[in-house]
């Protein structure tokens, strides 16, 4: 199901790049506290931001990179297969 909200959304990711971001980070966070990972999120983030930086203003790509990156290192931090618990 969360492969969906990854996928689907990104057809209109030309039209409305800022809102279908808002979606695959929200199925992202989902994701991540489900304790499932499938490292899509990953590979949709960046084609998201991709995106943005194609056809948003500046500062709507500033946010979303100030969004993903944090999101980005707790994740890799809560899933690190060294992790201590």
Do not use: C, K, W
């Amino acid at each position: 199901m969360v492969m969906i909200g990854f996928t689907v959304p990104q057809l209109a990711r030309e039209l409305h790049p800022f809102l279908v971001f808002a979606v695959i980070t929200a199925f992202s966070i989902a994701e991540a506290v489900s304790g499932v990972l499938t490292y899509a999120h990953f590979l949709a983030q960046l084609i998201m931001l991709y995106n943005l930086a194609r056809f948003a203003p500046p500062a709507q790509l500033a946010v979303a990179v100030a969004i993903t990156v944090p999101q980005t290192i707790v994740t890799i931090t809560m899933f690190a297969p060294d992790r201590q618990i």
